[in-house]
């Protein structure tokens, strides 16, 4: 499976923009670029995904580079509620995922 | 929708005891799968299914059996429990039509010790 390589650990200040990035250089074709986050003490849940181009949802914005090597998650308004841990996963033609160790982002208020 | 539930949420066991941890969905998603996280880490995928009477391995699948036969139940087996197996186990599920193909969905986990 295509591996992803994301920063152990982000910070960010309330109502301020948080923008994390995912290094996938081995990701093939077909791979789609998956988020989910996973708030404390709860299952993981979908964040966003997106293929070649960027992708928007109410929760975030998906940001990838034109060769498809790194993309970037963007939540454009941190609040405290958004304080997790993040997962960039690529995501082949089957269901599985693979999760890494993810980003965990703080917010400080 | 009560979505993905899992039971019970805590279970403490003796090493060597067996038992069940049980999951359900009811969104008729064909695919369902167990996680395990340990501490500080990524989940790791144990089982997985396809659809009922369909089962298959993932990354870490000694120790425990799954089964499924229905659509909306997967229950994980440990046969027989070691404190290697103490974690949080997720289950997750996700369907197979265009509207849902994208998202799997999770429970809320249950957390296992093993002393």
């Known amino acids: 499976d295509a591996k992803t390589t994301q920063p152990n650990s982000m910070e960010s200040n309330e109502e301020e923009p948080v923008h994390l990035p995912c290094n996938h250089s081995t990701i093939s074709g077909t791979d789609y670029i998956h988020w989910y986050r996973q708030l404390p003490s709860q299952g993981p849940e979908y964040v966003i995904h997106?293929?070649?181009s960027n992708v928007n949802n109410r929760m975030a914005s998906l940001a990838i580079a034109e060769d498809r090597k790194s993309s970037t998650l963007i939540l454009h308004r941190a609040t405290l509620r958004d304080a997790a841990v993040y997962y960039c996963i690529l995501r082949g033609n089957d269901y599985k995922l693979s999760f890494g160790a993810g980003t965990t982002v703080t917010v400080r208020a | 929708n009560a979505g993905v539930t899992q039971t019970p949420k805590f279970q403490v066991l003796k090493t060597g005891q067996s038992m069940t941890l049980q999951c359900a969905q009811d969104m008729n998603h064909e695919y369902m799968s167990w996680y395990r996280q340990d501490p500080g880490m990524g989940l790791r995928l144990i089982h997985y299914?396809?659809?009922?009477?369909?089962?298959d391995q993932g990354e870490v699948p000694n120790g425990y059996n799954v089964s499924r036969s229905t659509t909306e139940d997967f229950p994980l087996r440990l046969l027989s429990a070691a404190p290697s197996q103490t974690s949080v186990y997720f289950c997750a599920s996700q369907g197979a039509d265009t509207n849902s193909y994208n998202e799997q969905f999770f429970g809320p986990g249950t957390r296992l010790t093993v002393l």
């Open positions: 997106g293929l070649t």
């Open positions: 299914s396809v659809g009922a009477g369909i089962t």
